[in-house]
């Protein structure tokens, strides 16, 4: 049992310390502020900028989470507020169907689907051209797929909200709306921020659904319907032919290495403003 | 002024309404599109085969490798990961029961754990493996996938060993048993419907994910039959069918995500019928 734990209490320094070791190479060479601010990523001549892939990354995180955050948060009020206690029954599978369908599957359907409609309809329809492998599809295709979690979290927490709280603004003379509004969404704030910060966290690591629309065209983007690049994607992509060149293998390292990073800051972060609902 | 709240109200119900049935109507597309793709590509023959020569190019053969290959694999991780994450989900609520702090802290720590990229799993395991000179292989696909979905099996176990009620655990105690006999006879056996349900949630999670397997588990057409072989898996089959140029190759990378989803959403089901069949079991307070 012990040795179980220990295991796993330390894997996410494991994690990190083989992460940075391997990308040690690469940051004795050429210095943190460097890799992340270059826009060159030529790896054959030994130039590695990962500006392109962090604003790709950026970009389509915060698109989807842009996406997703209302409908959930709409949603969430509407399934814990005003709908009858069987709808929220029938909305527990919906979140489960649609947390387990697997990245591959996300990244079919955005190429069946959302590639097809940014390209024929949305972009002729703005009078952009596009491929429709663009930030836009990866945004679109990744605000779905952290639905469930955002959705889940934001039921969970407005559950905790105690109802005589409700019960006294309504009986002072409130609408349901104003409650809603002035006692419910006030009093779940910081869950709602944290809410959405796990959502960000996890879109911010997503891969293979990502890397299926994005386009994977090396480059600043200038507009959402332009192809871009994220960091997964950089790491999935390219996995195969670094083992010759030992800067390159450590260039992705270093990628994994961000991921990791950003993503236990977010979910450190997010952990405080969710703590006071004394999940633990 | 109430006029305006009324109209406010109204608008909000109306996008809430929206919202809800958008998140509904995505979900059927999702399925719709993936069946309507998938049923007019998929056949016998595809479920039942290897790849033959030249079955990248459009000719005759299946994805039996890729469908025997996850399931190997995904069994395998969640196997491991049970044997590693039930002794730890019954330490801290049998053995660490009352040190609040510390079990919060490593509650923390896993949820920590959860939410980090599979594809960091993936870089991590690939490094592990250079590191002990393994290739490509089964094996270090199974070590890959069990670190990713042991937060998952653990943090899931826990939520339920939890709400074993404090009665249970005096009783036990006060017939004369001893910790370990509380953990492996009472709890394993009172929260059995969570555990069916944590071990099925991590089975889907490794059947389906492809970022860690990407670069440890490796490709091949052929059946694994040696630990130390690479393994062909699902997700993989898809992403590769379907970057190929040949629009029959294509079809099939959509027959592949159907097979796949039909067995996510086949284990879904399974661990819903499961966990209400072996609530029965549970002795109710």
Excluded at chain 1, 84 to 112: C, E, N, Q, T
């Amino acid at each position: 049992m012990l040795i179980s734990l220990s295991l796993v209490a330390f894997l996410p320094f494991l994690l990190f310390s083989v992460l940075y070791f391997k990308s040690f190479l690469l940051l004795r060479d050429f210095g943190l502020g460097q890799l992340i601010f270059s826009h060159s990523w030529h790896p054959s001549r030994g130039e590695f900028g990962f500006y392109p892939f962090i604003i790709g990354s950026i970009w389509v995180t915060l698109l989807a989470i842009l996406i997703s955050t209302p409908i959930c948060l709409l949603t969430a009020i509407n399934v814990t507020q005003y709908a009858r206690k069987r709808f929220l029954r029938i909305m527990h599978p919906v979140i489960d169907i649609l947390a387990g369908i697997p990245s591959v599957v996300y990244g079919v359907w955005g190429i069946l689907v959302i590639v097809p409609f940014i390209s024929r309809y949305l972009g002729p329809w703005l009078g952009i051209k596009t491929m429709g492998y663009s930030i836009l599809a990866a945004a679109f295709v990744l605000s779905i797929m952290i639905i469930p979690f955002i959705l889940n979290i934001m039921i969970e927490i407005f559950k905790t909200i105690p109802m005589e709280l409700k019960e006294a603004a309504l009986s002072l003379g409130s609408t349901k709306w104003q409650m809603v509004k002035h006692v419910l969404l006030r009093k779940a704030l910081p869950g709602i921020i944290a809410a959405v910060g796990f959502g960000l966290a996890r879109a911010f690591g997503e891969t293979m659904a990502v890397l299926m629309v994005v386009g994977n065209v090396v480059k600043v983007p200038t507009s959402v319907f332009d192809p871009g690049y994220t960091l997964p994607a950089l790491i999935a992509n390219n996995y195969g032919e670094v083992l010759s060149i030992p800067q390159y293998d450590s260039a992705l390292m270093f990628a994994a290495l961000l991921l990791l990073v950003v993503s236990l800051f977010f979910n450190l972060l997010m952990h405080f403003f969710i703590s006071r609902y004394n999940k633990y | 002024m109430k006029r305006r709240l009324k109209v406010e109200e109204a608008f909000f119900r109306v996008m809430m309404n929206l919202s809800t049935a958008f998140i509904l109507l995505i979900l059927g597309v999702i399925i719709y599109s993936v069946f309507e793709k998938g049923m007019k590509a998929i056949s016998w023959e595809m479920l039942t085969s290897i790849p033959s020569g030249g079955y990248y190019y459009g000719k005759g053969g299946g994805i039996l490798n890729a469908i025997v290959g996850s399931m190997t694999l995904a069994f395998g991780a969640t196997i491991l990961a049970f044997l590693i994450g039930l002794p730890v989900a019954l330490y801290i609520n049998v053995f660490l029961h009352g040190k609040k702090k510390l079990v919060n802290l490593i509650r923390f720590i896993l949820d920590l754990i959860w939410g980090i990229p599979s594809i960091v799993y993936g870089a991590f395991g690939f490094t592990l493996m250079v590191l002990v000179g393994l290739q490509t292989s089964l094996l270090a696909g199974i070590i890959t996938v069990t670190l990713f979905i042991l937060p998952i099996m653990i943090r899931s176990m826990d939520e339920i060993l939890r709400t074993v009620p404090d009665g249970l655990m005096e009783a036990t105690y006060s017939l004369g048993s001893n910790k370990s006999e509380l953990a492996f006879k009472i709890f394993t056996r009172q929260s059995v419907s969570g555990i069916i349900t944590a071990v099925l949630l991590s089975f889907g999670r490794a059947i389906g994910d492809a970022a860690s397997v990407l670069f440890t588990a490796g490709y091949t057409d052929n059946l694994p039959n040696s630990l130390m072989e690479p393994v062909a898996t699902l997700p993989l089959s898809i992403f590769f069918q379907l970057s190929s140029p040949v629009p029959e190759v294509q079809e099939r990378a959509y027959a592949s995500a159907l097979v796949l989803t039909v067995i996510i959403l086949i284990v879904s089901l399974f661990s819903r019928g499961l966990g209400k069949r072996y609530h029965k079991t549970k002795i109710n307070f």
